[in-house]
């Protein structure tokens, strides 16, 4: 195991929750009210912050996109956030 990988465990209670144990909510950047979610890959599971995880799809699926669309620098983004914002507020 690495330097920031640990085990901990958590027993199941009868209606099936578990108490996620502070460092791993540490670990995962979790806190009261946030999600996780279960990737489930045969006998393995991963628990990860649902937030961090919608985020990690959407830029797999928006890959090169940005090129397309001729957003090659952080200047570029910034120009047409800039730009979009401007027609927002003309609306």
Known sequence: MSASSFVNDARVMAKGQVTIPKNVRSALGVSCGDRVTFIVDGKHVRVVNSAVYALMR??????????????????????????????????
């Open 58 to 91: 959407l830029q797999e699926q928006m890959r090169g996109q940005a090129q397309e669309a001729g957003l090659l620098t952080e200047e570029d983004v910034a120009a047409w956030i800039t730009q979009s914002r401007r027609e927002e507020s003309a609306e």
